[in-house]
């Protein structure tokens, strides 16, 4: 038979994906620590923080405090996620509610949000 190539890293969890940017604002780091994003869909580590996406980026395309990180994610489906502060095996969770987001059906797109205390 014929099978595709294998990428390290990309797994497809659930059904057809679209590709988001998550970025959050304000999210002030100490020496050593990094944010991270976790959600209630397996893409976004269902809540686990030892399966939570990143460390997030900080360069490029945007500068401290702001982070950021593309994810495939389900597409036309909403999800609910947070961003989480590691530092070794210390986490400090996002304060207020979750975020929530439905995701488009195809092409990618990019949801901003401010860091909650």
Sequence with gaps: GVTSNSYNNINVLTGNQVTVRFVVNNATTVWGENVYLTGNV???????TSKAIGPMFNQVVYQ???????????????IQFKFIKKNGSTVTWEGGYNHVYTTP????????VNWQN
Aim: avoid cysteine; aromatic fraction near 16%.
């Design 42 to 48: 397996a893409e976004l580590g269902n809540w686990d």
């Design 105 to 112: 059906t195809s092409g990618t797109a990019t949801v901003i």
């Design 64 to 78: 401290y405090p702001t982070w950021y990180y593309d994810v495939s994610v389900p597409a036309g489906t909403t």
